[in-house]
């Protein structure tokens, strides 16, 4: 088999893995679970794995209800479908 | 003007395009076929019997589509005059490996971008400016790739960028060949040009729903069963099925 399909089998699996055992993820504008990861920090870097097969979602911090020094939380959200008019025909 | 312009573009062998066109004539019963070829010219040589047409451009040839952003520019280009003799109303635009289950697939997505009020209707359209949404991210490592739309954008808000499936999507003529005549100076994969680029000209792109499970850009089918399976589910085509054309007794009986 090509290493290719190995990478290939290989990525799928854990997807699949993640998918059944990650942490969910909800659509903060819908509610909805929108995926399972698995999140960790990587090079100082947040790394949120298993967001393959997703909506598109936009990460941003959420106002918290009382003040912390301590704590800051990210949240997910996608766009609205896309609904534009045509604006050729005014 | 009416009818359908279908534009079905492929690099297989010669055998192997002579049985999509095939299938699709017999399937569809509907529309003027032209195939935009992009495999060896010597095969291109052996195509008969159907409006054909060869791209010769190595950015529609690559090896890794999203990697190397492919484009169909040159198709486009390509389909220009024989769209305008045509003189087709309509166009849908599909890959080789969406294969069609529904006698009256067309006039279906005709209704529906009828239906929708739009000008172009495809699979799987998301907005993903500022998302995660892989191919939106590996434009931003050159992020002035994507800041090209707003030199041509009508629209108040020209920083949204949508994604939508190269394969399947149906099309007013006029938005279609608007869409072909514009250049993009920087390097911009096929999902995310064509639906920003009819988007930001003010022509309304939607979303073709409910057949999502049937149009995978990771996996493949490759048996009878399951292609049987999925028309049994209510799939209109399906996506992907490389090898359908090369394995005709695939397609025996259904």
Redo the contacts between chains.
């Keep these: 088999m090509k290493s290719s399909k190995i990478k290939k089998l290989l990525s799928?699996l854990f997807q699949k893995w993640v998918s059944r055992f990650g942490r969910q993820i909800i659509d903060e504008r819908t509610g909805q679970e929108v995926a399972r990861v698995v999140v960790r920090v990587r090079k100082g870097r947040i790394e949120?794995v298993g967001?393959?097969d997703s909506?598109?979602?936009?990460?941003r911090f959420v106002p918290p209800a009382e003040a912390s020094y301590t704590r800051a939380s990210i949240a997910f959200e996608?766009?609205?479908?896309?609904?534009?008019?045509?604006?050729?025909n005014r | 003007m009416s009818g359908i312009a279908n534009i079905l573009i492929s690099h297989q062998r010669a055998d192997a395009v002579s049985r999509m066109v095939e299938w699709w004539r017999e399937l569809t019963n509907v529309g003027t076929i032209l195939v935009a070829y992009g495999g060896s010219r010597e095969e291109f040589e052996k195509l008969s019997g159907f409006d054909k047409v060869y791209v010769d451009d190595d950015r529609l040839r690559v090896a890794d589509a999203q990697r190397e952003r492919q484009s169909y520019e040159s198709v486009f280009r390509a389909a220009e005059q024989w769209l305008e003799a045509s003189g087709c109303a309509f166009v849908h635009l599909t890959e080789f490996d969406e294969l069609p289950l529904v006698y009256d697939l067309l006039e279906r997505k005709r209704v529906l971008l009828e239906e929708m009020e739009a000008d172009v209707i495809g699979y799987n359209l998301r907005r993903v400016d500022g998302t995660h949404h892989a191919h939106y991210q590996w434009h931003m490592s050159t992020p002035s790739c994507l800041s090209d739309f707003r030199d041509f954008s009508v629209r108040k808000d020209s920083g949204i960028i949508l994604s939508m499936y190269g394969f399947g999507s149906f099309w007013r003529t006029k938005c279609f060949r608007e869409v072909g005549s514009v250049h993009l100076p920087q390097d911009v994969y096929l999902e995310i040009a064509i639906p920003s680029v009819a988007h930001h000209l003010g022509f309304r792109v939607k979303s073709i729903d409910g057949q999502g499970s049937f149009m995978s850009p990771f996996r493949e089918f490759s048996t009878r069963r399951e292609i049987a399976a999925a028309r049994n589910a209510g799939a209109w085509s399906l996506h992907s099925v490389k090898i359908a054309w090369r394995k005709p007794e695939l397609l025996e009986g259904l």
């Design positions: 799928d949120v967001l393959r909506r598109p979602l936009v990460a996608s766009h609205e479908e896309p609904d534009f008019p045509n604006e050729r």
